[in-house]
């Protein structure tokens, strides 16, 4: 009997393990990198929902990305307006520490965003100044699917039983 309550406690530990990791939504994330007078860092999921009041269409829109940090400093709240090429593109923070211009960052309504996953470093420029000196790269950010990691926790406790199994003889 205790062997059967241990066998299932691992269960479930391993079954919580493999869904905890994985996204809700099953969509990939996007990992962002800003170097420059300011620098940022943030992920975003490739595509989502903007809420009702939170984008213009034809303008931009403004979201809470993951994980902000600004000149190494976490920025829990703050927001990220993009901006859409008829508003000269890119991005800035709600707070004001930095607005840059470039290229339009993701693509379809603003409503309905599927950021851009491009390839090597866009270049950018203050909004205000007209400075260049900003560098933005994207990356993906790899997220397991649900079926490895379940296959990866069962795999796990077949060898925690086998090795349990091995003690008691």
Known sequence: MKYRISAALAFVFFLLLSVG?????????????????????????????????????????????IDLTIDGSAVPGDQLIFYSSSMDGAFGDADGLFSLTGPQLYTGPESDPTMSDFHGNKALFDYITGDGGYTLSVKSVPTPEPTSMLLLGTGLLSLFLKRRQKATS
Do not use: C, Q
Not at 46 to 62: C, I, P, Q
């Open 21 to 65: 990791t994985v996204r809700a939504d099953g969509t990939g994330l996007l990992a962002y990198t800003l170097t420059g007078p300011v620098d940022a860092t943030f992920e975003l999921p490739v595509t989502f929902t903007v809420s009702t009041g939170n984008y213009d269409l034809g303008a931009g829109f403004y979201v809470t990305p």
